[in-house]
């Protein structure tokens, strides 16, 4: 069985958050966990503090960000942002130590 801190690196997750929602049998059990899941996405992590910043970009860069965000907003259940897409591309980077 795997553990939570394996769990969490194979999803790429930023923390892992224990649900209160146990029966998730049926349309409705999967309901609850929906709205569950998407009220824990709206909070802030405690485990990761941000800080809101202004970054200037080429227009052009925004909109390349902007369209990964949209191809990849159809492959998740929550919004993503163009400025989304910037911070996950900038922390990586800085966890891999690669430098451009």
Known sequence: MLTREEIK????????????TTDV???????????????????PS???PTEARQVELPKTTWAKLAAVA????????????????????IEHALENGTST
């Not at 690196?9 to 209160?20: D, F, I, K, T």
């Not at 049998?25 to 909070?43: F, K, N, Q, S, T």
């Open 46 to 48: 405690p485990e990761a």
């Open 9 to 20: 690196h194979l999803l790429h997750a930023s923390r892992v958050v224990p649900l209160q």
């Open 70 to 89: 949209e191809k990849s907003q159809q492959m998740q259940a929550r919004p993503i942002t163009a400025e989304t897409v910037a911070a996950a591309i």
């Open 25 to 43: 049998h049926g349309p409705l059990g999967l309901e609850h966990l929906a709205r569950e899941v998407a009220e824990i996405m709206r909070m």
